[in-house]
């Protein structure tokens, strides 16, 4: 083949010597528009994992690449007059054009021809090119000269940062945090070489801005960072490189993805690699790492298909289809962590550098970009993650110095302990009888609560006939619902150690429909026996479906308003722990606060404030009617994943407004307002949105959506995402999840019912078996 690379990075460059070496008899270029051995840029970072890679596919390289890089483990942080030290993380630093003058020597010892100074303008300036490898950098002319078939997606962000490098030489990968009087700044700091390491500075646009930076010169923004960073710096100066900083000091980070990844120009196929067709945040260093791990996966596609001299268009083709399917999920992945990881740094000034004690913070910065976990942080260094989990088991009240499982920690609100962090959500299972609980209730709650979480969740309950979901939804309107829940409430209380909580919501505009395996299913009307709407507007959650709801009065508030605080009243003589209010979901408090819902003109409508004014006043009615040393929480939505409904900006002020009114928690949960939704899912998807209510609302959270095993809620609560986790589904799979996931993570000191520990010893023992079987058999 007759292959050209388009830009002499590390992806051209790389795809080229490994093809060259694969098949001597490819004719290969790499066209570079800098000078010979001469580029731009400090150090750069890739993993343990790609550096192994790497020796597989060209051992002569790696070789040489490892006599040159500097290797460390250890992740240090420095904030608040504060350092702390992790170890295990596995990172390769090493000077760019360090990493590409190996790779150029590389090629040209394998006969690929390197030809400089020349800036390619298009892919069609190669006719007799049968493959083109656009490697040609974030600003990609190739890209850009085929946007139509490539349909790139560029995002800008933010925050404003600039690449410098030090004399200073740091032993660990390092990151300062220095707060000003306009904001906090931070520094990406590691050593690539034996005299100087990359000297990263980012802060949020309006912090830039406030400092003048935006009127500064190169010159001046370094003099600026080195007061800044003086102390660190210990007198060591800061340097620039002119070529790199291209015009301008301060950067904007560009979030590349492209649809397509090749095309077919007419005479040559051309395929985008490394930043051209997509970037990843230098968070957690990863763009040499994609770039690279693009060259040995195009490479392996082209040996899987033969490898042969003389390749046809078609077989071209198909080796990059299949490279494009292969390479797009692993590169997801990584986007997505650095995505994470990304967002983490532009938010961390106004979520967690004043909100987190310096050990938390330093948790939440590992676990950022969510790829680490709190048992995979113990597999990198055990001895720091068993003191930070007795500074947290110390946090909740704990004496003892043993470390113990975050999730396995109490939590403490008003006159409550709860003896974990997990909660059984409150999950629907329409099996009242005229609103009456029954024996069904009683078992599903009584199972739950001997399982081990330590506060359970019964479904939400309505304070009128026609507050209900469905016809088999319960109630709290009567005494004799009253008695039915105590019944229940006392069993928990006389069988268990935990607590339950009862939730109170109207259905609103989704009532009077069947349940979910029922006639037409869930959500649709009745066939017979409706009873009618009431909404903030007269808008049906679907239209030409559900019925029309009515618009309420204020007649219609005061009532609604009184039957609350009448359940409220009634749960607590039924004597259930906690309360909730449900405001999310759609259902009638919902209604009022999205502006999908709720078209009024009057004061209940238009503004969030103004949205918010009865679900206030509602809450604040049942608030004084609740015991004082009882908790109370609110369900919100905290995004409608609808363009012009609740946004995540939205939930922090929501729950700012039930913390003035006397909320202990927000339950943060999303969705389900509009059938129009489109909400992007993945594990543990909407803990971010409890993650920002907690630490910008200033207001404690619990956390529901995708988290199933121990490792999702210790992560959680130790980064300080939530204060409880809510775990649905699972708990309907296993009633006793929560002493399974406490037997399979080795956390044997959770009790169990009098009745059920002869079987803990032997779920314990049965884990112990079967994880021992299965490192047995991959070594």
Known sequence: MNIVCIGGGPAGLY????????????????????????????????????????????????????????????????????????????????GRKKLLNILQARC????????????AESDA??????????????????????????????????????????????????????????????????????????????????????????????????AFCERLFADNLRGEKLLTN??????????????????????????????????????????????????????????????????????GAEEIADVLRNYQ??????????????????????????????????????YSMLTRSQR???????????????????????????????????????????????????????????????????????????ARALGGAGLVFAEMTCP??????????????????????KRIVDFVHQHSDAKIAIQLGHAGPKGSTNEPWVGAGADKPLAQGNWPLVAASAVPYERGVTELPRAMSRADMERIRDEFVAATRRAAEAGFDWLELHCAHGYLLSAFISPLTNQRDDDYGGTLANRLRWPLEVFSAMRAAWPQDKPMSVRISAHDWVEGGITPDDAVEIAKAFKAAGADLIDCSSGQVSPNQKPVYGRMYQTPFADRVRNEAGIATIAVGAISEADHVNSIIAAGRADLCAVARPHLANPAWTLQEAAKIGYTALDWPVQYRSGKSQMETLIQRERAAAKAGST
């Open 125 to 222: 300036d190669y006719p007799d090119a049968d493959l083109v490898i656009a490697s040609d950098g974030i600003n990609s002319k190739v890209r850009t000269r085929h946007a139509a078939v490539f349909k790139p997606d560029i995002v800008t962000r933010p925050n404003r940062y600039i690449w410098l490098g030090t004399k200073r030489l740091y032993d660990a990968f390092t990151f300062l945090f220095e707060k000003t009087e306009h904001g906090w700044f931070q520094a990406h700091i590691y050593k690539f070489d034996e005299t100087t390491s990359t000297f990263i500075v980012e802060c949020p646009e309006h912090v830039w801005k406030a400092h003048g930076l935006d009127q500064a010169n190169a010159d001046e923004s370094v």
């Open 242 to 311: 002119a070529r790199h900083l291209r015009g301008s000091a301060w950067l904007n980070f560009q979030r590349i993805t492209c649809q397509q990844w090749s095309l077919f120009n007419g005479r040559s196929h051309v395929v985008l690699m490394g930043d051209a067709v997509h970037t990843a945040h230098f968070a957690i260093g990863s763009g040499t790492k994609l770039a690279l791990e693009d060259a040995i996966e195009l490479t392996k596609q082209f040996r899987d298909h033969g490898n042969h001299t003389e390749v």
């Open 372 to 446: 680490i976990s709190h048992e995979n942080l113990r597999l990198r260094d055990k001895a720091w993650l068993e003191g930070y989990e007795r500074w947290i088991a110390a946090r909740a009240g704990l004496a003892d110095q043993h470390a113990v499982p975050p999730m396995f920690t109490p939590y403490t609100v008003r006159g409550l302990t709860l003896k974990n962090r997990v909660v059984v959500s409150p999950m629907a299972q329409y099996s009242a009888v005229d609103g009456t609980p029954g024996d069904y209730h009683l078992v599903h709650l009584g």
């Open 108 to 119: 040209e010892q394998l006969g690929v021809k390197l030809v400089f100074e020349t800036d």
């Open 464 to 485: 009128s006939p026609d507050a209900r979901i469905t016809p088999a939804c319960p109630g709290l309107w009567n005494d004799t619902q009253r008695d039915a829940w």
């Open 15 to 94: 795809f080229a010597l490994l093809m060259k070496q694969q098949n001597p008899a490819h004719d290969i270029t790499v066209v570079e528009r800098n000078r010979p051995y001469d580029t731009f840029g400090w150090g750069v970072v890739f993993s343990d994992q790609t550096m192994e890679h790497m020796r597989q596919w060209d051992p002569v390289t790696a070789g040489q690449i490892e006599q040159s890089f500097n290797h460390w483990d250890d992740i240090e942080l420095h904030i608040k007059g504060r350092v702390i030290r992790s170890g295990g993380h596995g990172f390769v630093g090493i």
């Open 325 to 362: 399917a292969e390479r797009r999920i692993d590169v997801l992945k990584l986007q997505n962590a650095a995505w994470n990881a990304m967002e983490w740094f532009e938010n961390c000034g106004e979520r967690y550098c004043d909100q987190l004690e310096p050990e938390q913070f330093m």
